[in-house]
């Protein structure tokens, strides 16, 4: 692929975005007018301003449109297989505990799918950031309706329009543990930027909802234009309600979208459960994990 | 969309400048629409795949905030800023 660019005079400058992609699995493959690339822009930028160890942060996405992310991601990445990105993750993280583990899944793959082990996963409080990328259906499959689908999008299992009631994201998360949540469109780029930084930062699971356009097939098959209609209708029709009670920000078709950080807590995490559990059982024999080389953890 | 665009355009205190990687370029339009300065358009010529990548109508108007790199879903576009803008005037900002 050649590499023209309109670059003119002076010593070629490199896109900030660019050291942290796999440039040669580019151009991706995701459609014209699709959001996912805009939230890994977001992600990148999240990382830098973070300023974390790269070699420290490994990133997991299951199957889909949004499970290409750890692809192009030039982190350590594991793509698993369909709704297991959390299960993998959470392996991954008591296994090396200071790992910052990222999930960055579709709501298919993520809620679907894969919603047993993303609820116990919130249960536990394992300290991972969960990014889901929701366009209300399977993508990549063909456009099956999805948990997330509103009665009555259109969608190829759902010819006649989908009547399911619907996962309510922000509160699946709430209530069942997970200590940061919020909800953001692909509009609010510098507001995702700062919401990733956050979630980065925070010890136990943060987890943020993403809504992305899909243009060929929800948009398409929904007569509701292209991409850019769909990003003119968040610009328009999103409410930013910081702490809003996550049981009202349900999402309704084509109805107005409440974004926002809608929790921020401390909890306990798996590990310090763990820790301190066993502590209390074994007594001064019990050395917390996780085992330094130093010496420090094991049980003596 | 047009004269939207054009109501946004204003000599900016600082000269910016995009970079284009035009063979990566989708067209989605996204950095032509959500450009805060509305510098950018979709060009007349297309890419090997027929897309019309954005160009700078202005350098004028690019104060080199690198939103558009920001939105870009096919990282195809950045901004950087070049320095201040010998063309800027104050009462410009007055308008």
């Known amino acids: ?300 | 969309m047009s004269e939207a665009l054009a109501k946004k355009r204003k000599i900016q205190k600082y000269l910016g400048n995009v970079e284009v990687k035009i063979e990566h370029c989708k067209g989605c339009g996204f950095c032509v629409e959500f450009c805060p300065t509305g510098a950018l358009e979709l060009s007349k010529s297309f890419n090997k795949k027929g897309y019309h990548p954005p160009m700078l109508v202005d350098q004028n108007y690019c104060n080199g905030c690198d939103l558009c790199g920001l939105y870009c879903p096919d990282f195809a576009i950045f901004g950087f800023r070049v320095g201040p803008n010998p063309n800027f005037k104050k009462d410009e900002k007055a308008k």
């Open chain 1, 1 to 300: 692929m050649s590499e023209q660019t309109n670059h003119t005079e002076g010593e070629p400058r490199v896109n900030p975005v660019l050291p942290y992609l796999r440039e040669d699995r580019m151009p991706h493959i995701w459609c014209p007018g699709c959001g996912i690339g805009t939230t890994v822009n977001c992600f990148a930028r999240a990382l830098t301003e973070s300023e974390l160890d790269l070699d420290k942060v490994s990133i997991v996405s299951g199957i889909g449109c949004t499970g290409r992310v750890a692809g192009y991601m030039n982190l350590d990445a594991f793509h698993t297989t369909h709704g297991r990105p959390v299960a993998f993750a959470t392996g991954l993280k008591l296994a090396n505990p200071d790992l910052k583990v990222v999930v960055y899944s579709g709501d298919g793959d993520l809620m679907a799918i894969g919603g047993n082990h993303f609820i116990h996963a919130c249960r536990r409080n394992i300290d991972m950031t969960i990014v889901c990328v929701n366009n209300f259906l399977y993508g990549m499959t063909g456009g099956q309706a999805s948990s997330t689908t509103p009665d009555p999008a259109t969608t190829t299992t759902a010819p006649y329009g989908a009547f399911e009631h619907t996962f309510n994201l922000p509160f699946l998360a709430d209530s069942c543990g997970a200590v940061y949540v919020a909800r953001w469109t692909t509009y609010h780029v510098r507001q995702i930027t700062k919401a990733m930084k956050e979630a980065l930062a925070k010890k136990g699971l943060s987890f943020i909802e993403i809504i992305s356009p899909c243009p060929t097939l929800y948009q398409r098959r929904n007569k509701l234009g292209d991409g850019l209609q769909a990003m003119e209708y968040y610009r328009d029709n999103s409410v930013v309600k910081s702490g809003a009670d996550t049981r009202e920000v349900e999402i309704k078709y084509q109805g107005e979208i409440i974004c926002g950080k809608f929790v921020d807590r401390e909890r306990a995490t798996w590990l310090d459960c763990y820790n301190t559990r066993n502590a209390a059982a074994i007594g001064a024999r019990y050395r917390p994990y996780p085992w330094r080389e130093n010496g420090e953890g094991g049980v003596k």
